[in-house]
């Protein structure tokens, strides 16, 4: 019986988890799969540290290339995170012809095109199910399962982090910060908050669903990248008095006739008819729009210890199958070549191309003809109004104006709040969110 050796790079919260979960079915798992399953080596930061799992002492090392370098390793899982030594130690296990499994999309999101080169010249793997919508098997869904189908678009809450943190405010009517620190006590939010609050987090994860749905890598520069820090528990009731639920979405779109993609991130409002809408805590939800299937959407935990642990045994379990049969399924070269083709003659779209319904919310102060030169603006630049709402503070001698618009390009609201700044009686920047249905472009 063939023995595969699983090695550890980090063993934190998730490896801990994968340890937990994997190490009571090990004996299950060798009878199914028809091998012996071994852990040779664990590379930890403090071997003295105590941990919420029993490992043997002997197999814990302070050096992780005692992991890369050991001929019983055949299974490399980098659990480390960041973009540093991760993709030094990445790196080296490739050019090792190491099997790697990870859920590190940072270090795919930045070096991802280096690693799969590195993939087709030593002949290892990379298996990356965990990186993006935790226990959601997105990757494998559209490797596998849609495989047939072009999208339109792909869209989703891709960040529990912050799904959890909307959910709990709107439910408990509690302010922003405090549910911010309640995450953080429950280890949902990432060390830099800015990963997960800024939308970086849910970026890094719609960049690898592009890239392996259509074939591109796309950086910061040619996407729209917002979080949720400035979202508010009143915008969140002028939402639902609009009919919606605002949720941070992660949408990638392409048009076909003109072969453009967009790809952004902001904190959208979403039909309270739709099933995006209704999925709230720590889960995440993906909908897919394919040509031969339809609609398709996934849902399921995307944050925490086992949510994640769970994707990262798949791979694992996928490895030792393809160590097995010598019939790896994913990234192989023919795998890497086939995607780089398939994104080649794709551009970005531009923002005069990208469309949807938008939100505004503007801060006024109660002084007469504000409203006409909102109102001005608005129809000098050709934006239809769909609803509009307006609040009076008098003990602060302010008002609030709410507008939802028919779908208008980004570069159109760009032009619009370039001459908000310049009406005096507007108090602050006003609020910009996109509205989540009727997207074209």
Excluded at 218 to 238: Q, Y
Excluded at 296 to 301: A, P
Excluded at 394 to 422: A, D, H, I, N, Q
Aim: charged share 25%; aromatic share 8%.
């Amino acid at each position: 019986m063939k023995k595969i050796g699983i090695g550890f790079i980090g063993f934190g919260t998730v490896g801990q988890g994968v340890w937990k979960n994997l190490e009571p079915q090990r004996e299950e798992l060798e009878n199914r799969l028809g091998v012996k399953i071994a852990f040779p080596r664990i590379a930890v930061r403090d071997i003295g540290r105590s941990r919420d799992v029993d490992v043997p002492a002997q197999i814990m090392t302070e050096d992780p290339y005692e992991v890369i370098n050991d001929p019983a390793v055949d299974i490399v899982c980098e659990l480390m995170g960041g973009t540093g030594k991760a993709r030094e130690y990445t790196e080296a296990a490739l050019k090792a012809g190491k099997v790697v499994v990870t859920a590190n999309k940072a270090l795919i999101y930045a070096c991802g095109q280096q690693l799969f080169d590195l993939v087709k010249k030593h002949g290892g793997h990379y298996y990356f199910e965990a990186s993006v919508a935790g226990a959601i098997p997105i990757i494998k869904t559209l490797r596998e399962g849609l495989v047939a189908n072009r999208f339109a678009s792909i869209a989703g809450i891709i960040n529990g982090t912050c799904n959890y943190i909307l959910s709990r405010m709107e439910a408990e009517r509690k302010s922003y910060e405090t549910i911010l620190a309640d995450a953080k006590a429950l280890g949902y939010v990432e060390q830099d908050d800015s990963l997960d609050l800024d939308g970086k987090d849910a970026f890094h994860k719609a960049v690898i669903l592009a890239f392996l749905a259509h074939g591109k890598w796309i950086d910061e520069d040619h996407a729209l990248v917002e979080g949720i820090r400035n979202v508010t528990l009143e915008d969140m009731d002028l939402a639902k008095n609009f009919g919606y639920r605002i949720k941070l979405i992660g949408l990638i779109r392409r048009n076909f006739k003109t072969n453009a993609l967009s790809l952004s991130v902001s904190p959208s409002l979403v039909p309270l008819d739709k099933t995006l809408a209704r999925v709230d805590g720590v889960y995440n939800a993906i909908k897919l729009s394919g040509d031969v299937a339809g609609t398709t959407i996934l849902i399921g935990r995307g944050a925490g210890r086992d949510a994640t642990s769970s994707a990262v045994i798949s791979d694992i379990v996928d490895a030792i199958i393809g160590i097995r049969d010598d019939a790896h399924k994913f990234f192989t070269a023919a795998d890497i070549d086939a995607n780089y083709h398939m994104g080649e003659n794709l551009r970005m779209a531009t923002v005069d191309e990208i469309k949807s319904p938008f939100y505004i919310r503007v801060t006024v102060a109660d002084q007469v003809g504000v409203l006409a030169d909102i109102y001005r603006d608005l129809a000098e630049l050709n934006i239809s109004i769909a609803k509009v709402a307006t609040y009076e503070h008098r003990e602060t001698g302010t008002g609030t104006v709410t507008l939802l618009t028919y779908p208008t390009s980004e570069s159109t609201m760009e032009k619009l709040f370039s001459r908000f700044e310049k009406i005096k009686n507007i108090l602050g920047r006003p609020l910009l969110l996109r509205v989540y249905e009727s997207v074209r472009g």
